[in-house]
């Protein structure tokens, strides 16, 4: 197998566990988590008119308590941001500084925003706020509206030039923007591209609709939240929430040179399936299609990859699913755990964020525990429990699927 | 409200909008455009003195005004 010339070079992450990429690593590695009610505004249904005033949802989930933004962002940018692109602003700060991409010409570095709809509570609550005043709506609305107003911001603040849009799939979203971003560079159309997996900023409007749909758990552990989120778990009932973004910078070696700093990995291999199919509903054959794609792309044989971060949501079927497309491409034997069980369900960003979780486990040498995995659905998998374990990744698969059949994978390498 | 009043609450949100001017001694001939409020910062300025006085005028009707002063003064003449 050649070694692939497409590596990560910097990332940043912020999400309900920590901001900034060692405070992130260790509490995952510690397996400290914030699962509760939700309080953030605009996130449980207001009172109904034959109620009392008492908050009428509890939807459980993992928030960021308080985001430091870079005294270098202008306060006057900020004023008109919503919470996902401030978020965005302050991952990429990270990133940014983290692979040291001033020394980059901006003509040549390119952006790519995982997620769309990402702002919908601020819209809510936007729209409760002027509703009959409608004619005193701030102007600045006329952007913001946009996912794309976070592309806007993100070049503006960072002075990017090369390209910068955003793109959906999902709660894969995080993850085919990293996909973007290695074909973006792997091309040649620019030399540095950021892959940023957007905060998905959920109103109640569509933690309803999730509960609804059945995705989103939980009525059997809605008086204990630090119990809900069991990704694999014989007593999960669905995803728990969990606020979060990270921001990935792709590039070729020679170009990482200039960080004089070792990459964080090689992009080994990557790809994307459809399922053919715009419901919910996972499939085997889409994820094995992915999982063989990436592996080939990578020149890997399923045996060589050692660990696994799965897409583990907690959805009841999904997980199941998943776990058989692993055992039908022949990848029980490498260690499993369960990212979402520490920090939530990020849905557009999750896709970046868990590849961040890989990265810095790489780094670490060690494996982060899985929460609340007391009975595994399928034993026999090599899963990392309630503790973390010492183990030299040398080759990770990272998963993401997403509504409307989406299956994407990626293979990454340690560097040396 | 006389125009002095409406000029003060423009500054006020002149300050909202752009922090970097707190400390500004504000003069009725000061050009928004002057003191670096881009043309959203303007719009935004004028919205939330339209809100604050409760005043439904159509936007297009202040864009003659070349400075704080002359705005507070079509503002007040539609009051």
């Known amino acids: ?416 | 409200m006389n125009k002095d009043e409406i000029f003060q609450i423009i500054v006020s949100h002149t300050r909202e909008v752009l922090p970097v001017l707190e400390g500004h001694d504000f003069k009725q001939t000061d050009s928004l455009k002057a003191l670096g409020a881009n043309s959203i910062d303007r719009a935004d300025i004028i919205m939330l003195t339209l809100e604050t006085l409760s005043l439904n005028i159509p936007m297009m009707v202040m864009a003659k005004a070349e400075n704080m002063g002359q705005l507070a003064g079509i503002i007040h003449d539609k009051i």
């Open chain 1, 1 to 416: 197998m050649t070694k692939s010339s497409v590596v990560v070079s910097g990332l940043g992450v912020t999400s309900a566990i920590g901001q900034g990429k060692r405070e992130f690593a260790s509490a995952l590695l510690a397996g400290r988590s914030h699962f509760d009610v939700m309080r953030r505004p605009g996130r449980q249904r207001p009172p109904s008119v034959d109620e009392t005033g008492e908050q009428s949802s509890a939807f459980l989930g993992a928030e960021i308590a308080d985001l430091a933004m870079p005294e270098s962002i202008p306060g006057s940018l900020l004023r008109t941001t919503s919470f996902s692109a401030r978020v965005a602003l302050a991952t990429l700060h990270e990133a940014w500084h983290d692979a040291k991409l001033e020394r980059v010409e901006p003509e040549r570095i390119g952006l790519v925003i995982g997620g769309s709809n990402i702002q919908q509570r601020e819209i809510v609550q936007l729209h409760d706020t002027y509703r009959g005043r409608e004619q005193f709506l701030r102007p600045t609305y006329g952007i913001s509206f946009m996912d794309s107003d976070l592309c806007g911001l993100c070049t503006d603040v960072f002075g990017i030039r090369g390209f910068a849009y955003t793109v959906g799939g999902a709660s894969a979203s995080g993850q085919v923007a990293v996909l973007e971003a290695a074909h973006a560079v792997a091309s040649g159309r620019v030399d540095v591209c950021i892959a940023i997996g957007a905060l998905m900023d959920l109103s109640y409007w569509e933690c309803q609709g999730f509960r609804s749909l059945g995705a989103m758990g939980s009525d059997r552990y809605a008086d204990d939240p630090a119990s809900a989120c069991r990704p694999f778990d014989r007593d999960r009932d669905g995803f728990i929430f969990g606020e979060s973004c990270a921001a990935v910078v792709v590039e070729k070696d020679e170009s990482a040179q200039r960080s004089e700093r070792t990459p964080y990995a090689r992009l080994t291999g990557w790809a994307m399936e459809m399922d053919a199919n715009r419901n919910p509903n996972p499939s085997v054959e889409g994820e094995v299609a992915a999982i063989k794609t990436a592996l080939d792309r990578a020149g890997l044989a399923a045996a060589e990859i050692d660990y696994i971060n799965p897409h583990g949501t907690g959805s009841p079927i999904g997980d199941i699913t998943e776990l058989e497309s692993l055992r039908r491409s022949r990848l029980d034997h490498a260690y499993l755990n369960a990212t979402k069980s520490i920090i939530g369900h990020g849905l557009s960003a999750a896709g970046a964020v868990e590849l961040v979780a890989v990265l810095l486990q790489m780094e670490e040498g060690r494996l982060h525990p899985t929460r609340n995995l007391v009975n595994p659905i399928e034993p026999s998998f090599k899963w990392v429990k309630d503790q973390p374990v010492p183990h030299r990744i040398e080759n990770a698969l990272n998963l993401s699927m997403g509504f409307g059949g989406v299956n994407t994978a990626i293979c990454l390498q340690r560097y040396f």
